[in-house]
């Protein structure tokens, strides 16, 4: 399939998207609707459109990992709609809500893509394995010293609240990681110059982190004085993650691909 949009012209639409998003986010307008995080999500949504629309053949297109990352956006893409109706038409609070199902949905995609790149990568088995079992003994204490000693669940409103409490930044600090990881692995083997991307997704992953710890600790506290800040965050993950997809773009006719 023909590649129908120059790199200028790409360039160019995110720039434009991305001032609009947060022209809306600092100006306040339509703020309750969410509109900011919509456009943000939307705009990465088309990046990732054209890069497999440039990239995959249209009767393999299934085969293609960026069809993980695909649905991924597009569940938290529908997961910022819901926020905003919830929030601003319904005037009720959308968390947690069914928003949430498709915030879930859409990290459960991307954990899946991050895995699947390890073809490509190929970190060795007993690495991955080590990092797993390390990085649940860290989960499992920091959930026991919340749980257990700190009683964290005495300000929460419903278990759900608290499930999503940690849920989301574990997800987050598994994604930084996972990019991370890949970074410098795809520095010692020179699988081209795009695995500079994963930077991004790993601030991605940064962004999104202090996002969803603000977030929920305003939610846990029903302090709503800093969301602006939860939002700004979020936009700037979308951002960055954008970013990812523009480098990505830019070493797309590079020797070699993945």
Known sequence: MN????????LASFILTQILSFSFLFTGFLYAYNVSNIISAGIVVFLLLIFLLKTTVSSRITY????LLLISLVSWCIAETFFGYYEGILKIDPYPS???LFYIVGSIFFVLFVVSMNISYKIELAIITS???????????????????????????????LILLFVYPIVDLLLMTGAIAYYFRGRSISLNKEHIHW?????FALFSLVADITFGYNN????????????FC?????????????IRMYYINSPKNY
């Open 3 to 10: 590649y129908k949009f120059s790199m200028k012209f790409i």
């Open 98 to 100: 069914i928003a949430d």
């Open 220 to 231: 846990l506290l029903n302090n709503e004085s800093n969301d602006i800040f939860s939002d």
């Open 64 to 67: 293609n990992p960026q069809i």
């Open 199 to 203: 930077i991004f997704i790993s601030l």
């Open 131 to 161: 990092f797993i079992v390390t990085f649940s003994l860290i989960v499992f204490y920091v959930v026991y010293l919340a749980v257990f000693i700190f009683e964290i669940y005495n300000y929460s409103g419903s278990l759900f609240d």
């Open 234 to 246: 979020f936009n700037m993950a979308y951002m960055v993650l954008g970013v990812a997809i523009l």
